[in-house]
């Protein structure tokens, strides 16, 4: 226990407070600094407080409250002979608190810290829905780890030279040198940080250094007619007799690591026709939830609304209006699958996997980035499935899960049912990616010429 007991008082026409010894006449103050207009009239001895509703007074009580409880610390923490000793301390720690706050306020803020800041409010955004937009930044922050100069530099003085000296950097590391998609990656994003530095009022500068200069050459598009065939086109898709081979495939020729593998198999399997039917992305799939089906009464049918993963945040997007909601009807066959696997998950998913047994709040950040993981990780088993399959079917090119999307919309395409406008809409992309990055103009001109 201290020896030491605390009392506001007046001392000398000074409001202080005084610090006795215990059991001694010895007695030291301190001036109470920084009240707003005290009334005195108010004060209480007793109390040790303003007796008043007086919102200067109010907020006195507060100042004196916080003053104690500071110096009553020091009290549990340290043993001192004199209230001299004590007040001595107080202002010590007092005055190095405020010259630390002094020398952080002075101190800009470096490129890394500003990444960090980037990728904590891309992982916890306070308007828009959580996504995993900030781990392109965790790669461009660890890639300036490496670096270790850039780094440290204050966001205020990032400027063309810097650019050049990462340019410089990432051509010399033996795993970049001649991928131009890395060297490309990188560069726009640190192009992309200091202009949110600019927008937050960090920079005046805005980056203008010609990378795309600098960029390895990576078009290894060939103009040999042979290399287009042997791949089977320049978008990774299935034939329409491929895709039957796929749907009506001998399971018991595939080896999974797993007790379960023959489930899991058929699971994978369904998955991947379901992505064909539905024209949809694997993360849209895997979270498909019961909710987000119901029968139209007006046509019969079976009617599907999501808004994809990647446009969920397209709503606080001012510069966006279209409408990111997918609208479809079920197919025959997919509707089939979603049946076969109904009252399966017990969270009211459409498709059973484990990690589909609880409700998953995707709006909560910590949910959302578990969530992501483990169906990140699932698609990667489903992938390594799909290897051993199209390695048994024979295709001149890896099989994975997007080419069940680009197979559907090539068909779609081909089958000439709807327009392009009315695929995109269905599929949750725009006429633009299709047109880039999921059509098979192979297949497509075989079907009409």
């Not at 490496?146 to 410089?168: D, L, M, P, Y």
């Not at 060297?183 to 920079?203: C, E, F, Q, S, V």
């Not at 987000?292 to 990647?310: D, G, M, V």
């Not at 709503?315 to 909601?325: C, H, I, Q, T, V």
């Amino acid at each position: 226990m201290s020896r030491i007991s605390l009392k506001f008082a007046n001392k000398d026409g000074r409001f202080c407070l005084c610090a006795h010894v215990k059991g001694t006449g010895v007695r030291h103050y301190k001036t109470v600094e920084g009240l707003k207009n005290p009334n005195f009239t108010k004060w209480n001895p007793d109390a040790q407080m303003f007796i008043s509703r007086v919102q200067t007074d109010l907020e006195n009580n507060i100042i004196l409250q916080d003053l104690l409880s500071q110096i009553e610390q020091l009290l549990d923490e340290h043993d001192f002979d004199s209230g001299k000793e004590l007040f001595a301390m107080f202002d010590s720690l007092r005055k190095e608190k405020a010259e630390a706050t002094i020398l952080k306020e002075k101190q800009e803020i470096t490129l890394g810290e500003f990444i960090k800041e980037v990728i904590e409010e891309l992982r916890h955004p306070v308007k828009r829905k959580p996504s995993s937009n900030f781990q392109p930044y965790t790669t461009l922050l660890h890639k300036l780890e490496k670096e270790g100069k850039i780094i440290k530099t204050a966001i205020s003085k990032v400027n063309r030279h810097s650019f050049v000296q990462f340019s410089e950097w990432i051509l010399r590391q033996k795993g970049l040198k001649g991928s131009g998609k890395n060297y490309i990656a990188l560069m726009k994003l640190l192009i992309a940080t200091i202009n949110r530095a600019r927008k937050a009022g960090l920079t005046d500068y805005t980056p203008n250094f010609p990378y795309m200069d600098y960029a390895p050459v990576v078009n290894k598009l060939s103009e040999r007619a042979s290399d287009l065939n042997n791949s089977g086109g320049t978008v990774k898709s299935l034939s329409p007799e491929q895709y039957e081979q796929f749907v009506n495939f001998d399971l018991e020729l595939i080896k999974l690591r797993h007790p379960h593998q023959n489930y899991y198999k058929e699971l994978y399997r369904d998955f991947c026709i379901l992505l064909y039917e539905m024209k949809s992305r694997p993360i849209d799939i895997i979270k498909l939830h019961w909710d987000n089906l119901a029968f139209n009464e007006r046509y019969q049918r079976w009617t599907c609304t999501y808004i994809p993963s990647k446009k969920k945040n397209y709503a606080f997007m001012r510069e966006n209006d279209s409408n990111p909601l997918v609208v479809q009807f079920l197919t025959p066959r997919a509707l089939e699958i979603i049946m076969k696997y109904k009252d399966r998950s017990v969270s009211g998913y459409v498709l059973p996997f484990s990690f589909n047994k609880r409700k998953w709040d995707l709006e909560n950040p910590e949910q959302y980035h578990t969530y992501y993981t483990q169906q990140n990780r699932m698609q990667g088993r489903i992938n390594r499935f799909l290897h051993k399959v199209g390695d048994k079917l024979g295709l001149p090119f890896q099989l994975t899960t997007y080419a069940f999307r680009r197979t559907a919309i090539t068909k779609a395409l081909i089958d000439n049912e709807m327009p392009i406008t009315m695929i995109a809409k269905i599929a949750g992309t725009s006429v633009g990616m299709i047109e880039h990055h999921y059509v098979n103009y192979l297949d497509a001109l075989a079907a009409y010429q």
